[in-house]
Structure formats: structure tokens, C-alpha cells
């Protein structure tokens, strides 16, 4: 997570961390998909439905608590900016329980998910970044924030970053 504020042209980065979203007392709530490739489809079902109520309260919890933060700092929150897949539709169930890349997929999709869902709750809107369209511009010029900020400034750091921008742009619009 990486709270911004200013422009990509003159960025300020105003918190990052890593926020859990899998709980790791959650028996495969880490990977749901691949937990749920051998077991029967009722109990599939049931351990993604799971893995996905809790993650939406750890997303929930963790939004709420940044925007607290930010909030006790002075800072408006108005927008939440969310990296994307490929965005390619997912099949039904089934399928992704029988094909190994769309376990991954899946995967990817609920962490996503939950996060606009917690963005929802909040009332904040928010704007689908995809990894493939980040701005190669913005990407550069935020690069050399890690030397500024101190590490770590990791590339998912910089591409949340760069989402972040588009969320504020979007607003801004």
C-alpha cells in the first residue's frame, strides 16, 4: 500500500507498507484456489467463499486503518488506485479448479477484488490500473524516489505508486 499526494511530476509518498490480506491462520487462505483444487466442489465452494469473506475484512481493516492514519496527519483521502491483471475473464469454478495458471489468475483477481471492495466500503473510488498500461514515463520518474524515501522501494512499491497517481488523476478529471 502506498498512500501519495502532489503529481507524478512532483510526488510526495505519504506512507507505504505491506498490508496482509490472507490470514495466516486461515487454512489455505494464503493460495484458496490451489487449497481448493482437490477437495469436492461443495467444500471448494465453501473454503474459497472462506478465504474470500476473510480477506475482505483484513482489506477492510487495513484500508481503515491507513485512511485513520492519514487522516490524523492532515491528509484527505479521495481516491484508491488498484493494480490489475490481464483482465481477462475468469470461467466458472470448475474450471479454474482443474487448470493450475487460472488458480493463479484467480488468485490474483480475489486479492484484487477484496481491495476494491474495501475501496467501496469506504466510499472511496477508485481506478483499475493494468500492470501492462503503467505509464513507462511515470514509472522513470518515480524510480528514483527509493534514494529520497529509503528503502525498501520495491517495483511493486513503484507500480502501486504510479496507480496511486492515476487514482488522484482520475479524481482530478
Known sequence: MVAVSGTIDAPRILERK?????????????QPYHA?????????????????DSSRALALEAMSAAIKVLRSQGH?????GILLGAG???????RILVSHPLLHTAEGEMFRDVLAWASQQHHLPFTGVREKGLDPMALKRIGSLGKQI?????QDQKYATVAAFAALQAQAA
Do not use: M, N
Open 18 to 30: 505491506r498490508i496482509v490480506i490472507a490470514d495466516p491462520d486461515l487454512t489455505g487462505s494464503k
Open 36 to 52: 481448493a483444487s482437490d477437495l469436492p466442489f461443495a467444500e471448494a465452494e465453501e473454503l474459497v467463499r472462506a478465504a474470500i
Open 76 to 80: 484527505q483521502v479521495i481516491a484508491c
Open 88 to 94: 481477462k475473464p475468469l470461467p466458472a469454478l470448475k
Open 150 to 154: 529509503g528503502p525498501p522501494w520495491t
